[in-house]
């Protein structure tokens, strides 16, 4: 599995899209995604499926229309679903823009496939109620939205944020992966679960 990076929108959200024999999926289109596009045409690529770790406003800008571009299925979880009756979810907050509207398929923890691969979805809330990680045990990598940075972590001070159930998530969700699964966060550069432990000035006493 191939994994590009493309930071989108006003806040650089990192979008991810993972492609596996000629098929694709793109996680959290925080903006315009013309990048995408263009990189699906050229390496000839059909978009399955667009993941989403949670419903705060900078990582849903690009979701219409990518899925109106290549048809693929928006997929999240479902209880972040209030959030998008409130700034927080649609956008207009500190002057940011509206988030166009989209239809989304509800998914639930557990085993599922994507791209003919086994991704072992986790609820790991905190940052929001309904934040989901997205694991691919092959490829030993996980795509976990804001809930964990390099050496950080998310916010927990917008609505359904929790500081002690964001760490319980890390802790006993992303920390219980192999140490050298790759951590791919919703900004900033990526890291590794080992790296974190190690180094998370919130899960460690830096110790070597």
């Known amino acids: 599995m191939q994994v ?22 793109a996680v959290d289109p925080g903006g ?5 596009i263009d990189f699906l045409k050229e390496e000839g690529l059909t978009l399955t499926h667009i993941l989403i770790t949670h419903f705060h406003f900078d990582h849903l800008y690009g979701i219409k229309a990518l899925h ?31 988030v166009d509207p989209f239809t989304f398929t509800s998914i639930e923890e557990g ?8 991704c072992k979805v986790f609820a790991t809330p905190g940052h929001s109620p309904g934040s989901l990680s997205f694991f ?21 001070d917008l609505p ?7 760490k319980k998530s890390v802790t006993e969700k992303i920390f219980a992966l192999p140490p050298e ?3 791919y966060s919703g900004h900033g550069p990526s890291s590794s679960v080992k790296d974190e432990q190690i180094n998370n000035p919130y899960f460690s006493d830096f110790q070597r």
């Open 136 to 156: 691919f045990p092959a490829a030993q990598v996980v795509f976990v939205g804001d809930l964990l940075f390099f050496r950080a972590i998310g916010r927990t």
């Open 181 to 183: 699964t790759v951590v």
């Open 32 to 36: 315009e995604p013309t990048a995408v």
């Open 160 to 166: 359904g944020g929790d500081f002690d159930v964001l």
């Open 4 to 25: 590009k990076t493309f930071p989108l929108g006003p806040l650089e959200t990192n979008c991810y899209v993972l492609s596996n024999e000629g098929k694709a999926i």
């Open 68 to 98: 109106e571009a290549t048809g693929a299925t928006v997929i999240s979880g479902s209880d972040d679903v209030f959030l998008l009756d409130t700034e927080v979810g649609q956008g207009g907050m500190w002057g940011f823009p509206k």
């Open 111 to 118: 085993d599922h496939a994507f791209m003919d691969l086994e």
